[in-house]
């Protein structure tokens, strides 16, 4: 079965601080792996995915991501924290076969102090 | 391009009773897909349609049910209420097909509170 795990529940930064999320997964296959983020009381919104199109994967928001088969991990990463950047993120991870279940990790609460 | 719409945004209903969410997919989209979110177990698959059959299942009791209609418009319900059941639901859309890269998109969610 897939699955990710997600180191820390909640990460503090100071802005313009450097910004790294650790997301770990477990695949007996090539994954899809993405990152979402979730505003208070919003849906979530797409980061980034990666495909194996290339290890490292640029996102939104200046939000990048790094595939590494030797760590099975998949850190989120963003040089400099910007106020808006408060908020959860969640890895997901989606088999190769077929169907679009995802299944996501328990989230990491990230706060942007001054 | 509408993005996901999901409705109502928020509902009350008391235990026992029983409850339908709605959710429109965008435009050319023909996977739906809903996860329900809660403080303690997190983001849970709860069902897939596509093309109006229910495609992949997660692991909830037959009181969740869902279905699918022609114009890939989406509606879950949940029957004999518990009050476990308050989560926000989270419906999301994805392109035809299935390949690994589809992205799902998601809408607003219904923030369901059982009392």
């Known amino acids: 079965a897939q699955s990710v795990t997600q180191l820390g529940s909640h990460v503090s930064v100071s802005e313009g601080a450097l910004v790294l999320l650790r997301c770990n997964y477990s695949s007996s296959v090539p994954p899809y792996l993405f990152w979402y983020v979730q505003y208070p009381n919003q849906g979530l919104q797409l980061l980034l995915k990666y495909t194996s199109a290339a290890t490292l994967v640029k996102g939104i928001n200046g939000f990048e991501a790094e595939f590494k088969k030797s760590e099975t991990s998949f850190h989120l990463t963003k040089p400099s924290a910007h106020m808006s950047d408060a908020a959860e993120y969640f890895c997901?991870?989606?088999?190769?076969?077929?169907?679009?279940?995802?299944?996501f990790g328990t989230g990491t609460q990230l706060k942007v102090e001054l | 391009k509408a993005g996901v719409t999901q409705t109502p945004r928020y509902l009350i209903k008391t235990r026992g009773q029983q409850v339908t969410l709605s959710c429109s997919p965008i435009?050319?989209?023909?996977?739906v897909s809903w996860y329900q979110q809660t403080p303690g177990q997190g983001l849970q698959f709860l069902f897939e349609y596509f093309s109006e059959t229910q495609r992949n299942k997660g692991n909830f009791p037959g009181r969740f049910s869902g279905r699918q209609f022609s114009n890939s418009r989406s509606e879950m319900n949940v029957s004999t209420l518990e009050l476990g059941d308050s989560a926000l639901y989270l419906c999301?859309?994805?392109?035809?097909?299935?390949?690994?890269?589809?992205?799902?998109?998601f809408g607003a969610g219904t923030r369901l509170s059982v009392l």
């Open positions: 997901a991870v989606r088999p190769g076969g077929g169907g679009n279940k995802l299944t």
């Open positions: 435009s050319g989209h023909r996977s």
């Open positions: 999301a859309s994805s392109l035809p097909g299935q390949g690994g890269g589809n992205i799902q998109y």
